[in-house]
């Protein structure tokens, strides 16, 4: 069975205090590895797509990058704003979710 | 914002009531998914349509079920409302069903159901 798993749960940064997210993932054909940011009672937020190991993207303080059995999220010098939950998703047959990092950053 | 719409926003109602969600996907999208999200459960997929066709179920009740329309748009039903069926329910859309390595899904901001 397809599977997700994101590790820490949770995570509390001080506001310039770099860090990483990890994605795990066991799926069969793997067709993408999503990234997305959720903020507490909206809509997951789309950031990076990946679809082969050593990708990289970046976006602002954030950097995606894939292996073939992970896929990590860096924050660099992150700031309060960056506060959310981040969804790592694997597409096989379909989109399977981990269940999040919630990330705090405090001032 | 995302492109894609939902309504409402909020939903309350009783045990065994029905209640229909709506979604708008993108502009030019042809694909619609829906997700349920609960405290415990996560983000969990419940069923997929392109161009009208029904393509993919997940973990979908068969208290509930889905259309979408030929204008593109979309609507999860779901009857016989239990307690446990408050969640937020998310619409995604996306441009094809597969698109090279994987398409990307834009999600909408939810509606969220509270069964009293």
């Known amino acids: 069975e397809d599977q997700v798993t994101q590790s820490p749960e949770a995570l509390r940064l001080q506001e310039g205090e770099s860090s990483s997210l990890n994605c795990s993932y066991t799926?069969?054909?793997?067709?993408?590895l999503f990234w997305y940011r959720q903020d507490p009672g909206k809509g997951p937020e789309f950031l990076f797509t990946?679809?082969?190991a050593g990708e990289e993207k970046e976006k602002e303080r954030l950097k995606a990058t894939l292996t073939k059995k992970e896929s990590f999220l860096h924050i660099t010098a992150p700031k309060p704003e960056d506060s959310a939950t981040y969804l790592c998703?694997?597409?096989?047959?379909?989109?399977?979710f981990g269940q999040g990092t919630r990330l705090t950053i405090n001032p | 914002d995302s492109g894609v719409t939902q309504t409402p926003k909020h939903l309350i109602t009783a045990t065994g009531q029905r209640v229909t969600l709506r979604c708008s996907p993108r502009?030019?999208?042809?694909?619609v998914y829906w997700y349920q999200q609960s405290l415990d459960q996560g983000l969990q997929f419940l069923i997929q349509?392109?161009?009208?066709?029904?393509?993919a179920k997940g973990n979908i009740l068969e208290r509930f079920s889905a259309q979408q329309f030929p204008d593109l748009h979309s609507e999860l039903n779901l009857s016989s409302l239990e307690l446990g069926d408050s969640a937020l329910y998310f619409c995604?859309?996306?441009?094809?069903?597969?698109?090279?390595?994987?398409?990307?899904?834009?999600f909408g901001p939810g509606t969220r159901l509270l069964v009293l």
């Open positions: 995604a859309s996306s441009v094809a069903p597969t698109s090279g390595g994987g398409e990307t899904q834009y």
């Open positions: 799926v069969s054909g793997l067709r993408g």
């Open positions: 990946l679809y082969s």
């Open positions: 998703a694997a597409r096989a047959q379909k989109l399977v």
């Open positions: 502009s030019g999208d042809l694909s």
């Open positions: 349509y392109y161009n009208g066709e029904e393509r």
